[in-house]
């Protein structure tokens, strides 16, 4: 893990200021940090503050927290099935130093586990001793797949990953008025409700948005889970008792990026940080109508025997939210008599298929989006356990304007006071509600009809009133269906 990358990442320098060090450092020699520090872009304080936020690296295998047993059994199996033959291998693939491998390769030894074969080239100035297993090393890494095929980076202690959840609170990042009005920037938003989301944000408890349909609630809820700017630390894979939680998901966790090298420049130094761990930004999962009281418990492999982190547990020191609340397959109830321990107490019990209880800190803001009032998805006694609840509303006549004709404008479109009355006509003859998706929804149609015909972008009483049929269904006397105001 690059010292560097996480250094732009939390914003504290540029990569042309990364680069310029590399420069500065393949000229003076020393570290990139002194280079940074000598041409007056950082601070030995900033380097220091960066560096004691993150995981250290272990030095030798007892610093790993893991015993020493699973870590010889995952350096077995990497000969095994994997074909790694030098210690340097084992170290780049299990992601803990030479020195801890070497320790392993001794005791593999001693246990007449390997025996060397011949000097391996390593491509550079080095060379070192190739490894292979022996017959009773490749029995006792057989046997070891059997109990758990999982090969990878080195898992961190359950210990350490509680700890690490607690440093890294998702209440350690202050959201200001600021931040917020950049994020909503574009959208038309009530001063009211932003002034509302703010605090909820920053008390990291969780937040029900509800309201009628199209009015932006899932948007808002993307918004809040994008906002967060800090950089986290997720592991690999956790020990659990010499089982394996498998934690970070590509698909999930978004790492911080490389920073870019130019001109084939000195690679940045490695630092102590524990690559045991990702650096990552604060992670934000999805769910909508495929949740299920199942996805939220541990989810074991019974042939490949270790165990998938569920999702709220990939979305810790994150945002989780559940969209669409009260149209899953599990009841409402059901999901929320799941959430009552973990929103009380901020701890989360997660039991493994051999019954032993986990406890994890619970640290993510939970949101429910739904279009159904509350009281028909929770009683009085769940309400007063959301600790912000925000509606969003049909916009004012105002404001729907202003969001039509930024909508047009931003596609090439000029909305005439003919073409907006007829909408609006439209959509209260219907009954319906006016919606902040209705222009977007109009604009497209109107657009893919322009595209079809091969004319210019614009709006015509055809392809508008084209718009406004597919926007309502006709009832079978004609009528168009609507949704009727409560």
């Known amino acids: 893990m690059k010292l560097g990358n996480i250094l732009v990442a939390k914003g504290l320098i540029t990569v042309e200021k990364i680069n310029q060090a590399m420069e500065h450092n393949a000229e003076h020699g020393g570290r990139l940090g002194d280079s940074l520090v000598a041409l007056g872009f950082l601070t030995h304080e900033q380097i220091d503050r960066v560096l004691s936020e993150a995981p250290q690296a272990p030095s030798n295998l007892a610093d790993t927290g893991i015993d020493s047993v699973l870590l010889l059994e995952l350096a077995m199996k990497g000969m095994y099935s994997e074909n790694l033959e030098t210690a340097s291998q084992l170290a780049d693939a299990m992601k803990i130093s030479a020195a801890a491998v070497n320790q392993l390769l001794n005791e593999a030894k001693e246990r007449k586990f390997v025996e060397s074969l011949a000097v ?29 095929q999982y090969f990878g980076p080195a898992p961190v202690s359950l210990t350490d990953y ?10 350690n990042e202050h959201v200001t008025r600021q931040q917020l009005d950049e994020a909503f920037k574009g959208l038309v938003m009530t001063e009211r409700f932003v002034s509302r989301l703010g605090p909820a944000i920053n008390s990291g408890n969780a937040i029900l948005i509800y309201g009628p349909a199209g009015n932006g609630k899932t948007t808002v809820a993307e918004i809040v889970g994008k906002i967060f700017q800090n950089v986290i630390y997720v592991p690999y894979c956790v020990d659990i008792d010499g089982e394996i939680m498998k934690v970070f998901d590509p698909a999930v966790h978004i790492q911080v990026e490389n920073v870019p090298e ?9 630092s102590r940080i ?18 299920t009281v199942e996805m939220l ?92 609840k925000l509606e969003t509303v049909e916009p004012p006549e105002d404001l729907f304007i202003k969001v039509f004709v930024g909508m047009a404008a931003k596609c090439g479109l000029t909305l005439t006071q003919e073409i907006y009355e007829l909408v609006v006509e439209s959509i209260r003859a219907n009954s319906a509600p006016l919606a902040y998706f209705q222009p977007k929804f109009i604009v497209e149609q109107v657009l893919a009809s322009c595209k079809f015909e091969g004319i210019a972008p614009q709006f015509t009483m055809d392809n508008v009133t084209d718009a406004l049929a597919n926007l309502f269904v006709k009832k079978p006397d004609g009528k168009m269906f609507g949704v009727k105001r409560s």
Request: hydrophobic letters at 40%.
């Open 120 to 148: 391996a080239s390593t491509g550079g100035s080095m060379a070192e001793m190739r490894l292979v297993l022996t017959r009773a090393g490749r029995e006792w890494a057989a046997d070891a797949i059997k109990r758990g």
């Open 162 to 171: 509680q700890e690490r959840i607690q440093l890294q609170r998702i209440t």
């Open 262 to 270: 130019q001109n084939g420049g000195a690679n940045l130094r490695r």
């Open 274 to 291: 524990d690559p045991r761990w990702v650096a990552c930004y604060r992670p934000m999962v999805i769910t909508g109508g495929e949740l």
């Open 297 to 388: 418990e541990l989810k074991y492999n019974p042939i490949a025997k270790f165990y998938e982190a569920p999702l709220h547990i990939k979305a810790l020191n994150g945002t989780f939210l559940i969209d669409d609340f009260g149209r899953q397959r599990a009841k409402p109830e059901d999901i929320l008599n799941r959430w009552i321990v973990p929103l009380n107490s901020r701890v989360d019990y997660l039991t493994s298929h051999s019954g032993k209880s986990i406890m994890i800190p619970f640290d993510e803001i939970v949101i429910f989006s739904t279009n159904m009032h509350p009281d028909d998805l929770m009683d009085p006694a769940f309400q007063r356990r959301i600790s912000y």
